[in-house]
């Protein structure tokens, strides 16, 4: 069992950053792919990020967020999600996603374990 605890969302200008983090519970996190998923109102939960299990470190990035989100893990517990040039359609409540798998998972079935999501709002 894992449990997921993501913070560091917030309202930010439109141009600036966050940084999103996940902690994680469990011993072999790092065994885990990890994705980051947004859901703004009205609309479906999407991928943003994903990350393979430490070993491997590849990464998937949509093509909305290319060039300005990085999605990064360190070698125990967290896993993060950088996010420079903000813009107002960034606007979601994001969630971090987990499941024990050597590849990367871009879908919202593929992931078993699931934070309690972090709102952002980016204003214009």
């Known amino acids: 069992q894992v449990q997921l605890v993501e913070s560091g969302g917030g309202l930010v200008q439109a141009g600036g950053s966050l940084r999103l983090s996940c902690a994680a519970s469990?011993?072999?996190?790092?065994?885990?792919?990890v994705g980051w998923f947004r859901q703004a109102p009205g609309k479906e939960r999407e991928v943003v990020a994903a990350?393979?299990?430490?070993?491997?470190?590849?990464t998937y990035y949509a093509d909305s967020v290319k060039g300005r989100f990085t999605i990064s893990r360190d070698n125990a517990n967290m896993v993060y999600l950088q996010m420079n040039s903000l813009k107002p359609e960034d606007t979601a409540v994001y969630y971090c996603?987990?499941?024990?798998?050597?590849?990367?998972?871009?879908?919202?079935?593929?992931?078993?374990?699931w934070g309690q999501g972090t709102q952002v709002t980016v204003s214009s």
């Open positions: 996603a987990a499941t024990r798998t050597p590849v990367i998972i871009t879908t919202v079935q593929g992931y078993d374990y």
């Open positions: 469990g011993r072999t996190f790092g065994a885990y792919a």
């Open positions: 990350i393979s299990r430490w070993s491997s470190g590849s």
